[in-house]
């Protein structure tokens, strides 16, 4: 199986900040990787597919990126409604595995 | 808009099987992958594994062999199906089902499932 490791695995920000989550995958995954983001009690909601590929309707502070095997997702000024889990996703290599998440704190 | 409705038994005793129903609403079956996920807090998110609008299945090494996610064909409606058995504790946690495309774009509510003597 991918091994995908997430780090921080919690994250201590503020309303306007600028954060970034990374993903490293434990071999190539063609940059078959999505970003997701789960609240309290509800499922997850695409945020970015094929590692850079913004998901409609998604606001555009949210980014993507690739570099080989590590990934990164960036959220360029927090909002309240940002407040949340994120999980990276590889779909290169059956069984589809997840990161860990990281969850993003007000402090 | 494609929406999903899962629903399903919440608890089972250890050695029972597990099933749940996911219907798709405003979405055809092909072309997509339909997907289920569960959320334990031992182990995070893991995939459990995916059906196509032609039937053909990938299922998680891990469950294989426990494992059967199928297309039901018996009714009209655009529903399929996940059946897990010979649960256990470690099979405790939220099921999702979801749409792939391999992403997965649409999520249902979830199905809590516990697994408790």
């Known amino acids: 199986d991918i091994q995908m490791t997430q780090s921080p695995s919690t994250l201590s920000a503020s309303v306007g900040d600028r954060v970034i989550i990374t993903c490293r995958a434990s071999q190539s995954i063609s940059g078959y990787l999505a970003w997701y983001q789960q609240k309290p009690g509800k499922a997850p909601s695409l945020l970015i597919y094929?590692?850079?590929n913004l998901q409609s309707g998604v606001p555009s502070r949210f980014r993507g990126s690739e570099s080989g095997t590590d990934f990164t997702l960036t959220i360029s000024s927090l909002q309240p409604d940002d407040f949340a889990t994120y999980y990276c996703q590889q779909y290169s290599s059956s069984p589809y595995t997840f990161g860990q998440g990281t969850r993003l704190e007000i402090k | 808009q494609v929406q999903l409705q899962q629903w399903g038994a919440g608890l089972l005793k250890p050695s029972e099987t597990l099933s749940l129903t996911c219907r798709v609403h405003g979405e055809s079956f092909s072309g997509y992958y339909w997907t289920w996920v569960r959320q334990s807090p031992g182990k995070g998110l893991e995939w459990i594994g995916e059906i196509n609008g032609g039937g053909i299945t990938i299922y998680n090494p891990s469950l294989r062999s426990r494992l059967s996610i199928s297309i039901d064909t018996a009714t009209s409606t655009n529903q399929f199906s996940l059946r897990l058995s010979s649960v256990t504790a470690a099979d405790t946690g939220v099921y999702y089902c979801a749409r792939g495309g391999p992403s997965l774009n649409a999520w249902g509510q979830g199905t809590l499932v516990t697994v408790s003597s």
């Open positions: 094929r590692a850079s």
